[in-house]
């Protein structure tokens, strides 16, 4: 077969998700010729469609890049909910921890934005950017050479280009192809996803409930409703997604403590297993690992995205240090330059949230007891309180 002459360029990005785009479209936007490679064309979002059922938190770190990429404004006046408060309970021993925007000084806390939403303001912004898309495509295979990565497609043609990203997801083909292992710990455990309403206003609170079985998040959506995430063991999740509508919503109105008081009114149901899975190198020759291709973590932080879009930063910030400096970008030591930043920073992230996982799984009483006291004596040390908002906010 013929192939087509290999494409020159500085960065070729594989994975058009949300960190993905946002990675070839920041560079792109500083002057790097960009090429992105994506599986799937992704659906067009419409504001008379139901909502994506996958919604993300977004912390002001994440506006602040979706600002400077010049898409913020448009994904806030299309559809996306501002929360100014969050509330965290332990349903064992009543104690509560909460948050409040006001205490520093905000509007709001975050924002509750749809999967979907980001991905295709996102996407209409690559064109401008001079981002080339290559879609519907798939990686076959990857060379290196001693001065570029020459990547094959499926369709047998050449790409060319100093540095290769993978944004390909949790279950990366290239950081397999690359022979990085990853440390995991499946929690055998899956989160339920809805869109639900009850009887009562969400108020513009993200509310947390940790139960015996895992926690329970209710998301605010700006239509009213609130996105549910319900953490449940395999066998458990599976049975609530079989429930008929009127039971599902019986059992979540008892799991929520009727926060919202009874549930009227829910959309259909999906799960998606959970795990914590640290990547034990972020890279390999000419290749950079971002987002879940790096690191996965338990959702009951709501971090997942923004410790994606935190890599997507500061891996803008390498590269222009890099550039500025008269550097090669996949050099060996700009390369452990990010992965030594961000492998530091998502390795302490991750093992927070697993260990907070860990301390509300254990229903030894004594435990339930001293956690209690110590999530209320949390909630009033306001420095530790603010120390922990402003971590949470990428601050």
């Avoid at 639900?196 to 509310?207: D, K, P, S």
Wanted: aromatic share 6%; hydrophobic share 45%; proline share 4%.
């Amino acid at each position: 077969m013929s192939r087509a002459r290999p494409r020159a360029g500085d960065v070729v990005v594989v994975g058009g998700g949300v960190v993905g785009a946002a990675t070839a479209l920041a560079l792109a936007q500083d002057g790097f010729q960009v090429q992105l490679v994506e599986a799937r064309q992704p659906r067009p979002w419409q504001a008379d469609a139901e909502l994506d059922l996958r919604v993300f938190a977004l912390a002001p770190s994440s506006a602040r890049l979706l600002d400077q990429l010049g898409v913020w404004d448009g994904i806030r006046a299309a559809r996306a909910c501002s929360y100014r408060g969050m509330q965290v309970r332990d349903a064992e021993n009543g104690a509560e921890l909460a948050f409040d925007a006001a205490d520093r000084g905000r509007d709001s806390l975050g924002w509750i934005v749809e999967n979907g939403l980001l991905v295709d303001r996102l996407w209409q912004a690559l064109p401008a950017a001079g981002v080339r898309v290559h879609c519907p495509a798939r990686v076959a295979d990857v060379h290196p050479r001693d001065e570029h990565v020459q990547i094959e497609m499926d369709n047998g043609e050449l790409l060319k280009s100093r540095l290769l990203i993978a944004a390909d997801g949790a279950a990366s083909p290239l950081r397999r192809r690359a022979g990085i292992t990853c440390r995991t710990r499946d929690y055998h455990q899956r989160g339920v996803v809805a869109h639900v309403r009850g009887q009562r206003e969400h108020g513009g609170i993200a509310w947390q409930r940790f139960l015996s079985t895992g926690p329970l998040a209710l998301l605010p959506l700006a239509d009213g409703r609130c996105s549910i995430v319900w953490t449940l063991p395999e066998a458990e999740a599976q049975r609530v997604l079989q429930l008929d509508e009127s039971d599902f919503m019986a059992e979540l109105g008892v799991a929520s403590d009727f926060h919202l008081g009874p549930i009227t009114e829910t959309t259909k149901r999906a799960a998606f297993p959970l795990k914590l899975q640290l990547a034990r190198r972020y890279h390999a020759e000419c290749l950079l690992l971002i987002g879940d291709a790096a690191h996965a973590v338990h959702p009951l932080a709501g971090q997942g995205v923004n410790l994606g879009l935190r890599d997507v930063a500061e891996l803008r910030q390498v590269l222009h240090e890099a550039r500025e400096a008269g550097h090669d970008i996949a050099a060996e030591h700009i390369l452990a330059r990010y992965a030594r930043r961000r492998r530091s920073a998502d390795t302490l992230d991750a093992l927070g949230f697993d260990a907070l996982e860990r301390s509300f799984a254990w229903q030894f009483p004594p435990i339930v007891v001293a956690r209690g006291l110590g999530l209320r004596l949390l909630n009033r040390l306001t420095p530790i309180k603010r120390a922990l908002a402003a971590h949470a906010a990428g601050d």
